[in-house]
């Protein structure tokens, strides 16, 4: 059965830190590229950051420089250490497993509230 845990969500303020975990089990964790994704209230769903089995990463623009993106193979968790939170960053985090071999593999986590407020 195929799992995808996040964990680390909360309150935090303006500029403050949080890591986000994605704990992950049913599947070949090394071969998927891993993302987190972001859905504010009332907006879409949207890529925040990858790695992939390769562990090459990519970030959206909002968040480079702010945001790392970490994968520990040996323990299938995926890590977002997240710095400089802005009020914008508010959000569900998701936590998404990727890959294609012969067909598409796609799975999500349950999500994470982030909320960065004063």
């Known amino acids: 059965q195929v799992q995808l845990m996040e964990s680390g969500g909360g309150l935090v303020q303006p500029g403050g830190s949080l890591r986000l975990s994605c704990a992950a089990s049913g599947f070949s964790f090394s071969s998927y590229a891993m993302s987190w994704y972001r859905q504010a209230p009332g907006k879409g769903r949207d890529l925040v950051a990858v790695i992939t089995s390769g562990g090459s990463t990519h970030y959206a623009a909002s968040v480079l420089g702010r945001f790392t993106i970490s994968r520990d193979n040996a323990k299938k968790t995926v890590y977002l250490q997240m710095n400089s939170l802005k009020p914008e960053d508010t959000a569900v985090y998701y936590c998404?497993?990727?890959?294609?071999?012969?067909?598409?593999?796609?799975?999500w986590g349950q999500g994470t509230q982030v909320t960065v407020s004063s």
């Open positions: 998404n497993a990727k890959v294609v071999i012969s067909k598409e593999y796609n799975y």
